[in-house]
């Protein structure tokens, strides 16, 4: 539509007109009524790490929403071979690819030709790996796609008990939300529905991890964290800049929306690599943007703590993988929660208007070098089509403008001297220069949590 959409400043403006007319109504019906719901569960701690069937796509049998046993199987173990499980990547989701049926007593099935060993016996599997396993399902009648096959597969709509106490027994550890069905239809229902789903789960007797696709939008951002761990406040992220770019838009648009332990703001999937080949190719990855993109993006959302579900074939890993998904000092800095979450402290201004821009965020104490007292890692990032050179200042960081700080490259860990004041560097067209700020100073106290 050509029409212009207005919604509040610090929501999001990055949505399509279509979208913004949705989140207006379900707001509007959320607020009608309330109850208190709260995702008490202990979990969430930390922003989950992980990897996701969405986008892997690397067997011959494999099309997106198409997964099976041995691909998730294979996933784990090349997680626990290249060191991502030893950083703390343990989720192994499965989107909407695993469902068949409900038997005769109402109950979900898993596909039995996809998975013959049964989602309890690949949860055990998986468990005994050290691995965490999880599920998808719809809050409406069905889920969004067959998966290839030529029936619908069915939602979880009127079976919430049933449907957290079947994943409960299964011995499932995160379920994701997901919200199609005739339920896209009955915004009356959005609310209550993720209230009630959410209540099924925590009722279930086991603590599973909660994501919602929709469910900001019905509660709004400061209740959302009452009925999830993670939540979705943006369309679909895919394997293009374009997509990229509308995800952090709307990350800066959550003005005073920081995670915390137990809730987490979630920017959706990675696709770091390169997304599976459909129709199949016999390589592992047909990427849909450049290597700079993909570090600019990894770099975003780890500083700003979204969880970080890799949806690429990691049993292939390409040399922007390790460069990313393995990059210890990120990952550490990503599952720590001594400092508020990073976001985007200052626009730079550039011959392209609103294009360059300074990201970061405090370093905790247990991070900081010796003999330093005040720590950044910050991205100096590039979203338009030419080379800029990007200055982040010491204001920035509540530095004074004489104090002298250390520079690193995060990528390579290699030195980059001394800087007084501010600092700058040239970046590539949709690229990030990412380094590490280390000073003697005493650190600003808006910087730290604890």
């Given at each position: 539509?050509?029409?212009?959409?207005?919604?509040?400043?610090?929501?999001?403006?990055?949505?399509?007109?279509?979208?913004?007319?949705?989140?207006?109504?379900?707001?509007?019906?959320?607020?009608?009524?309330?109850?208190?719901?709260?995702?008490?569960?202990?979990?969430?701690?930390?922003?989950?790490?992980?990897?996701?069937?969405?986008?892997?796509?690397?067997?011959?049998?494999?099309?997106?929403?198409?997964?099976?046993?041995?691909?998730?199987?294979?996933?784990?173990?090349?997680?626990?071979?290249?060191?991502?499980?030893?950083?703390?990547?343990?989720?192994?989701?499965?989107?909407?690819?695993?469902?068949?049926?409900?038997?005769?007593?109402?109950?979900?099935?898993?596909?039995?030709?996809?998975?013959?060993?049964?989602?309890?016996?690949?949860?055990?599997?998986?468990?005994?790996?050290?691995?965490?396993?999880?599920?998808?399902?719809?809050?409406?009648?069905?889920?969004?796609?067959?998966?290839?096959?030529?029936?619908?597969?069915?939602?979880?709509?009127?079976?919430?008990?049933?449907?957290?106490?079947?994943?409960?027994?299964?011995?499932?550890?995160?379920?994701?939300?997901?919200?199609?069905?005739?339920?896209?239809?009955?915004?009356?229902?959005?609310?209550?529905?993720?209230?009630?789903?959410?209540?099924?789960?925590?009722?279930?007797?086991?603590?599973?991890?909660?994501?919602?696709?929709?469910?900001?939008?019905?509660?709004?951002?400061?209740?959302?964290?009452?009925?999830?761990?993670?939540?979705?406040?943006?369309?679909?992220?895919?394997?293009?800049?374009?997509?990229?770019?509308?995800?952090?838009?709307?990350?800066?648009?959550?003005?005073?929306?920081?995670?915390?332990?137990?809730?987490?703001?979630?920017?959706?999937?990675?696709?770091?690599?390169?997304?599976?080949?459909?129709?199949?190719?016999?390589?592992?990855?047909?990427?849909?943007?450049?290597?700079?993109?993909?570090?600019?993006?990894?770099?975003?959302?780890?500083?700003?703590?979204?969880?970080?579900?890799?949806?690429?074939?990691?049993?292939?890993?390409?040399?922007?993988?390790?460069?990313?998904?393995?990059?210890?000092?990120?990952?550490?800095?990503?599952?720590?929660?001594?400092?508020?979450?990073?976001?985007?402290?200052?626009?730079?201004?550039?011959?392209?208007?609103?294009?360059?821009?300074?990201?970061?965020?405090?370093?905790?104490?247990?991070?900081?070098?010796?003999?330093?007292?005040?720590?950044?890692?910050?991205?100096?990032?590039?979203r338009g089509k030419d080379l800029h050179s990007i200055t982040v200042k010491w204001s920035d960081l509540g530095l004074g403008p004489q104090e002298v700080a250390t520079v690193h490259s995060v990528w390579d860990?290699?030195?980059?001297?001394?800087?007084?004041?501010?600092?700058?560097?040239?970046?590539?067209?949709?690229?990030?220069?990412?380094?590490?700020?280390?000073?003697?100073?005493?650190?600003?106290?808006?910087?730290?949590?604890?």
């Amino acid at each position: 539509s050509d029409s212009p959409c207005i919604l509040p400043s610090d929501q999001i403006h990055a949505l399509d007109c279509g979208m913004r007319l949705v989140w207006i109504a379900a707001m509007a019906v959320g607020h009608m009524g309330r109850s208190a719901v709260a995702m008490d569960n202990g979990l969430g701690l930390t922003p989950p790490l992980g990897w996701s069937t969405w986008m892997t796509c690397g067997d011959p049998t494999c099309g997106h929403d198409v997964c099976n046993e041995d691909e998730v199987k294979g996933a784990a173990l090349a997680m626990a071979a290249n060191g991502m499980q030893k950083l703390g990547y343990v989720y192994v989701n499965m989107d909407d690819c695993w469902a068949s049926h409900r038997n005769s007593s109402g109950a979900l099935t898993a596909d039995p030709v996809r998975f013959p060993s049964g989602i309890d016996g690949l949860a055990e599997w998986l468990h005994a790996r050290g691995f965490k396993l999880g599920v998808y399902t719809s809050a409406g009648n069905v889920t969004c796609s067959s998966g290839g096959r030529p029936y619908p597969i069915p939602g979880s709509r009127g079976h919430y008990d049933l449907d957290a106490l079947t994943f409960a027994s299964w011995g499932v550890d995160y379920v994701k939300l997901d919200w199609c069905g005739d339920i896209k239809k009955d915004l009356l229902a959005g609310r209550k529905a993720h209230e009630d789903f959410a209540a099924a789960m925590n009722a279930s007797g086991r603590a599973m991890y909660l994501e919602v696709v929709a469910g900001y939008f019905f509660t709004g951002p400061k209740e959302v964290a009452k009925i999830a761990n993670s939540w979705r406040f943006c369309e679909d992220h895919h394997d293009a800049w374009k997509s990229s770019v509308e995800q952090l838009i709307c990350r800066t648009d959550q003005v005073g929306i920081a995670g915390a332990p137990g809730g987490w703001p979630f920017m959706d999937l990675l696709m770091t690599g390169g997304q599976g080949c459909s129709p199949f190719s016999k390589v592992a990855h047909c990427p849909g943007q450049t290597d700079d993109e993909y570090k600019t993006i990894f770099a975003l959302w780890s500083l700003t703590q979204s969880p970080m579900i890799v949806a690429t074939d990691v049993r292939t890993m390409t040399s922007v993988m390790n460069t990313t998904l393995l990059n210890s000092e990120l990952v550490t800095l990503h599952q720590s929660t001594n400092t508020v979450p990073g976001k985007r402290l200052a626009l730079w201004a550039c011959t392209e208007p609103l294009s360059c821009e300074v990201w970061g965020r405090g370093l905790p104490s247990p991070m900081l070098s010796a003999g330093q007292s005040t720590g950044w890692i910050v991205a100096l990032v590039n979203r338009g089509k030419d080379l800029h050179s990007i200055t982040v200042k010491w204001s920035d960081l509540g530095l004074g403008p004489q104090e002298v700080a250390t520079v690193h490259s995060v990528w390579d860990g290699s030195s980059l001297g001394n800087a007084t004041g501010s600092w700058s560097a040239d970046v590539p067209s949709h690229g990030t220069v990412l380094v590490r700020f280390e000073s003697a100073a005493m650190p600003d106290a808006t910087a730290t949590r604890l």
